[in-house]
């Protein structure tokens, strides 16, 4: 089984649409948890950190459930410019486990 | 600041050619990664250095080695390119501590091996 699995999609939504993307872990002992956008032949940048309490940044909430090992984001209120691949993140428990999803790609049309 | 830049952008080898992948970073980071990225696969890390004179391996270092003799620099050697090898290679560093993991990356050289 792979360290990270993730829904490559696409998934393909209307603007002002709610969307939502799920990854799953299969180590228990890992550590950090991030999610990273990466537009288009571009380099992966982070959109933002995963908390077990739930982490939320304007339209965007993050979510982590240890109990069944996946992280999800929540995209709200969807905007032209938030298309783009959203790659999951976690780090094992030590520093050279560092692992990302393959990445759910997302369009956004008008 | 530059940020993470990369060394080249773009290459094509011929099988059992060499090169060096430059990574630069002017944030004084402690940690610096090489990762692959290849379509469907998601990025993997190859090598990594928690430090100046530090490389340890990741998860796909075959056919792979690294140096990182200035804290600032961390090399990417291919001794004999394969096609296996054709990929976006991606540099990135981070500040070292627990609660400093956001990754920043270069802006990737992509690799094509004939």
């Known amino acids: 089984r792979k360290e990270v699995e993730q829904d490559p999609g696409p998934f393909n939504v209307p603007e002002g649409a709610t969307v939502a993307f799920n990854c799953t872990y299969s180590?228990?002992?890992?550590?950090?948890f991030f999610w990273y956008r990466q537009d288009c032949r571009k380099e992966p940048k982070l959109l933002m950190s995963?908390?077990?309490s739930g982490n939320e940044d304007g339209r965007f909430t993050a979510q982590l459930n240890r109990a069944s090992q996946y992280i999800s984001l929540l995209i709200r209120d969807s905007k032209l410019s938030d298309s783009a691949t959203y790659l999951c993140?976690?780090?094992?428990?030590?520093?050279?486990?560092?692992?990302f999803g393959r990445g759910t790609q997302l369009t956004v049309w008008p | 600041n530059a940020g993470v830049t990369q060394t080249p952008k773009f290459r094509v080898l011929k099988t059992g050619q060499s090169m060096t992948l430059l990574c630069a970073q002017d944030?004084?980071?402690?940690?610096m990664y090489w990762y692959r990225q290849d379509p469907g696969m998601g990025l993997r890390l190859i090598h990594y250095?928690?430090?100046?004179?530090?490389?340890a391996k990741g998860e796909v270092p075959d056919g792979y080695n690294v140096s990182r003799l200035k804290k600032q620099n961390f090399l990417l050697g291919l001794e004999s390119a394969a096609p296996s090898q054709t990929s976006v290679y991606f540099c990135?560093?981070?500040?070292?501590?627990?609660?400093?993991?956001?990754?920043?990356f270069g802006p990737g050289t992509r690799l094509t091996v004939t």
């Open positions: 993140f976690h780090r094992g428990s030590t520093l050279g486990r560092l692992y």
């Open positions: 944030m004084n980071h402690e940690y």
């Open positions: 995963v908390y077990s």
């Open positions: 250095s928690v430090g100046e004179g530090t490389t």
């Open positions: 180590n228990s002992a890992s550590q950090s």
């Open positions: 990135a560093s981070n500040q070292a501590g627990e609660s400093s993991y956001e990754q920043y």
